[in-house]
């Protein structure tokens, strides 16, 4: 059984649409993340999600949005799709912050 | 400024062919510091966190060491399936959110 898995695995798609990247994980961890992963393999923090506080990094734009049905899953919402945002998208989670459990990610190539 | 700095940026090794990464940290109030493997096209794998000064943790070939700067991850004896990207995250401060360096990228020639 995968612990954390995401879909789609690759998604391209035109400047301007709206996308979304789904997460589900089975570890029954108390915390979600996404990580957005650069050209140069650098992981940078978007959002940590749990069931009482969001933390989102300042630096990603408002056309991103974390959207958590239940504790299990924690999907990505992308609007208006620049060329900037292709990169990987990395979902992972955690217990109390320890020693996160990464999804397999999903590259997103914007054209 | 980074506050995690990982070096080399990319190791070439021979198998069997011991060798060492580093990860020097700028935070105060480390809370834990993290070593994973990534794989291409995977997402990363947890290896170790370690809490103190002193510390160590081993797993197969691989030994993690943390100083009040610094830690090491020691590669005894690699093999060409060790190769991968092995990156640092530094959990600090008030902040539960993990910091990551930008990777070391290890090959390892047969």
């Known amino acids: 059984d995968t612990a954390v898995s995401q879909t789609p695995k690759y998604l391209v798609t035109q400047m301007g649409n709206d996308k979304s990247i789904k997460c589900e994980q089975n570890?029954?961890?108390?915390?979600m993340y996404w990580y957005k992963q650069d050209s140069k393999k650098f992981l940078k923090i978007m959002f940590s999600?749990?069931?009482?506080?969001?933390?989102i990094n300042e630096t990603v734009p408002n056309r991103f949005s974390p959207k958590s049905p239940d504790k299990a899953h924690l999907n990505l919402h992308i609007n208006s799709l620049e060329l900037g945002d292709s990169a990987v998208y990395f979902c992972?989670?955690?217990?109390?912050?320890?020693?996160?459990?990464f999804g397999s990610g999903t590259r997103l190539t914007v054209v | 400024e980074d506050q995690v700095t990982q070096s080399p940026e990319a190791l070439r090794l021979q198998e069997g062919e011991s060798s060492s990464l580093n990860c020097s940290y700028t935070?105060?109030?480390?809370?834990?510091l993290f070593w994973y493997r990534q794989d291409p096209g995977k997402g990363p794998e947890f290896l170790f966190t370690?809490?103190?000064a002193g510390e160590e943790k081993e797993k197969e070939r691989l030994k993690a060491t943390l100083t009040k700067k610094e830690s090491f991850l020691h590669i005894t004896a690699p093999k060409p399936e060790d190769s991968a990207t092995y990156l640092c995250?530094?959990?600090?401060?008030?902040?539960?959110?993990?910091?990551f360096g930008r990777g070391t990228s290890l090959i390892v020639h047969p």
């Open positions: 995250a530094v959990q600090a401060g008030g902040s539960y959110i993990p910091t």
């Open positions: 992972a989670s955690s217990q109390d912050h320890n020693g996160y459990t």
């Open positions: 999600y749990n069931n009482k506080e969001l933390i």
């Open positions: 570890l029954g961890h108390d915390t």
């Open positions: 935070v105060s109030g480390l809370r834990g």
């Open positions: 370690l809490y103190s």
